[in-house]
């Protein structure tokens, strides 16, 4: 077990949680710009649209890891960015994971807001991101419910870290790579640490989440 | 409650500050070099126990990516590593061939054995060489479990199921499509048989049922070849890189550092001196 | 003229909830709405401010034909003052604040926003959250946001059902002040006798189940 109590360990941590946290962060800030605004007003399309995002929050994460290996690998369309095998790769991956959930989960709490908030805005003239903001607090419970959704996603998914990151070591070596690596080496003892890390990381984020939730009440 | 706000402000902003920061390092990354390898060597902590050296060398830093043979000459088919440390002669050799590696050297050796349960319901322990052992195992229907993907190891099995002129399937043969330690695992659970690399093995030991029944065969051979990859997408540098890790791990210092590499009491990797090919061309023959 | 309609129509579920000829509201007028419960008096009322999208109507506002949502400069005009209004999320100041534009500091903007409060007698309610206040003191909050975006034409439905005194009184003061300063004040109410002596022109809306299906 000291493989586990190391400075390695940490730095997994660390690298598993800042690829997670830069990926919720862009997708919350696309997904949720986009569930205001296709819960806003009706077009047409708008039921195929929230089905679409309903469907791809069932999006398997080794088919995005292929599909965005097929577009970052050097030889490809995008590989003079030189992102593969690197954490914001791996980011990537899940931002495109957890776009859809957060839009998804997002309309659905913002639908639940009562319709006279949106016409006492409209009646006052709020400007459209203000109104949007405004909703966003309204259905805050629902909205962050999303954000840790899409949060125990990413921070859990494996397929997509392994083909973007590669599994380097002190570079892209992630909490779920570690314990698939480790599991295959047969160190079943050194996965189940980690799983329980990792459960304990997660139970730490969504008791963080929780009192956000707490405190803007 | 407010103060509540206001502290959740200042942390988000300071995670932002510090993931932003990140964003930067990221892209101006010092000079690496990207090596793809195979679990085998990655898993033993060869490279590990190697590397630094090199690193220090060349003032780089080595980003190890391990795979199957398969995937890894398929990374470097497509540029996306710089170098390769592998184990199929045959499709190395093409692969230089076909343009993609600048040459290929090799590195080291060590051998497959063939794993199995005690009880050995094929009889392997009595066969008189390796072909022998698999046209017993594919005759009695015993359980074999194939890595299945494409893997320097897989291949080699295919070539031991040519030399024993069997087609191998049925419901006795089952793929796992996995590396090399988890199927040692499905293998131990169905007590069935394999074919590893000796270090995945070893490292493996003490947690399973299945023993080595045949090994010694000279076409159980396992030999590690190097090639600096070949690709207009690789950076000067890396290409660079690439040819002097080459010879650096054919160079003396390293394979000095191979031989004294023991695991278990044992020296899993033998090392070979930088020739062109393995001593024994290999099978298919 | 504020609103010309030679005829307004609309419909929930099939059910024809409002059909009007020839409304209209002068300039500078106290206008009263009355009608007994589902007679279409909020129908009416969100259509006047542009957040109902009537089934068919010949309606112009200030002249110009009535686009819905109205532009944002006919929006500037509007104020609206629910029955119900619905607390927006955060405290009362802030949500002030909310409705005054422009560039201005957030010190001059919060100055201003309860200096409107003052005016209706609730400037002791700003550091609240919305969502604690009765009904009256929303409505009062809603109208103090009115006062505070500037708005000429104010559209209030049911005004005085279910208030307290003082917030009568309140109201009755700010509606009479912005009125003699040549605002134009549109209100509903289901009783005509409490609302006659105050409104200068009413339009008496039929009670909406005499109507019928369609």
């Known amino acids: 077990m000291n493989a586990f109590f190391s400075a390695e ?74 992102l593969l095998y690197t954490w914001p790769a791996m980011s990537l991956g899940q931002t495109i994971l957890a776009f859809p959930l ?82 295959s080496k047969g160190n079943f003892e050194l996965g189940l640490g980690l799983g329980f890390l990792l459960l304990g990381v997660a139970l730490a984020i969504n008791i963080g989440f929780h009192r956000l939730q707490e405190a803007k009440t | 409650m407010r103060l509540n706000g206001m502290r959740f402000y200042r942390v988000s902003v300071v995670a932002g500050l510090v993931l932003v920061a990140q964003l930067f390092c990221a892209s101006a990354s010092a000079q690496t070099l990207r090596l793809a390898t195979t679990t085998s060597t990655d898993n033993s902590g060869l490279l590990e126990f190697l590397l630094p050296g090199f690193e220090r060398q060349c003032g780089c830093r080595v980003d190890v990516i391990a795979v199957g ?154 030999p590690y070849g190097v090639i600096p990859v070949l690709n207009k997408a690789i950076s000067q540098q890396g290409a660079t890189l690439a040819q002097s890790f080459a010879a650096w791990i054919t160079g003396a210092d390293a394979q000095s550092r191979i031989a004294s590499f023991k695991k278990y009491g044992q020296v899993l990797f033998h090392p070979a001196g930088g020739k062109g090919l393995p001593p024994r061309a290999d099978d298919d023959s | 003229m504020v609103y010309r309609a030679s005829r307004i129509v609309h419909s929930f579920d099939g059910r024809r909830v409002l059909d009007l000829q020839d409304f209209h509201v002068p300039q500078g007028s106290r206008f009263a709405l009355i009608g007994p419960n589902g007679s279409g008096k909020t129908t009416l009322s969100e259509i006047l401010v542009g957040l109902l999208s009537p089934e068919a109507a010949d309606l112009t506002f200030c ?112 509606i009479a002040k912005h009125n003699r300063a040549g605002g134009t004040i549109v209100m509903t109410s289901c009783r005509g006798t409490s609302v006659s002596k105050w409104a200068d022109e009413a339009l008496e809306l039929p009670p909406g189940n005499q109507r019928g299906t369609v």
């Open chain 3, 63 to 174: 002249g110009q034909p009535a686009p819905v949502p109205f532009t944002a400069a006919q929006r500037s005009r509007l104020a609206y003052v629910a029955q119900q209004p619905f607390p927006l999320p955060g405290r009362v100041l802030g949500n002030v604040v909310l409705a005054i534009g422009g560039n201005d500091s957030r010190g001059e903007k919060e100055r201003r926003a309860l200096d409107c409060l003052n005016e209706l007698g609730i400037g002791r309610l700003a550091g609240q959250t919305e969502r604690t206040l009765s009904v009256g003191q929303l409505r009062l909050v809603s109208l103090s946001r009115a006062l505070a975006r500037g708005a000429d034409i104010w559209v209030l439905d049911e005004p005085f059902a279910f208030g307290d005194e003082s917030f009568k009184r309140s109201l009755d003061v700010a």
């Open chain 1, 9 to 82: 360990t940490l730095q997994i941590c660390f690298v598993s949680l800042k690829t997670s946290a830069a990926a919720i962060v862009a997708a919350s800030a696309l997904g949720i710009p986009v569930a205001l605004w296709s819960s806003g007003h009706d077009f047409a399309g708008r039921g195929a649209l929230v089905t679409a995002f309903n469907t791809l929050t069932a999006l398997p994460s080794v088919f995005v890891g292929v599909l965005l290996y097929s577009l970052l690998s050097r030889s490809a369309p995008l590989g003079s960015l030189e």
């Open chain 2, 69 to 222: 043979t398969g995937k890894a000459l398929r990374l470097g088919e497509n540029g996306d590593v710089d170098v390769l440390l592998v184990h199929d002669p045959l499709r190395e050799k093409a692969f230089v061939e076909a343009g993609h590696g600048r040459y290929r050297r090799y590195v080291m050796y060590n051998d497959f054995v063939l794993l199995g349960p005690a009880e050995d319901p094929a009889g392997v322990r009595k066969s008189r060489n390796a072909a022998a052992a698999f046209s017993a195992i594919a005759g009695a229907r015993a359980v074999f479990v194939s890595r299945g993907d494409e893997s320097g190891t897989h291949a080699k099995e295919k070539s031991m199921w040519r030399a024993a002129s069997v087609a191998p399937g049925g419901d006795w043969y089952r793929e796992t499509g996995q590396g090399m330690g988890a199927t040692i695992q499905v293998a131990d659970q169905m007590r069935g048989y394999t074919l590893a690399d000796r270090g995945t093995f070893l490292a493996m030991r003490d947690k399973l049922g299945l023993q080595i029944l045949l090994s010694g065969d000279p076409r159980l051979h396992n």
């Open chain 1, 102 to 183: 957060i839009v998804s989960l997002s309309v659905a709490a913002l639908n639940r807001t009562d319709v006279r908030l949106r016409k006492e805005m409209i009646a006052l003239g709020v400007g459209r991101w203000h109104m949007g903001w405004i909703l966003v607090k309204e259905a805050r419970f629902g909205v962050l419910a999303a954000v840790v959704a899409a949060f125990g996603r990413v921070f859990t998914e494996v397929g997509s870290a392994l083909m973007l990151g590669g599994n380097i070591r002190h570079a892209t070596r992630t909490m779920t790579t570690t314990i698939a690596m480790e599991t």
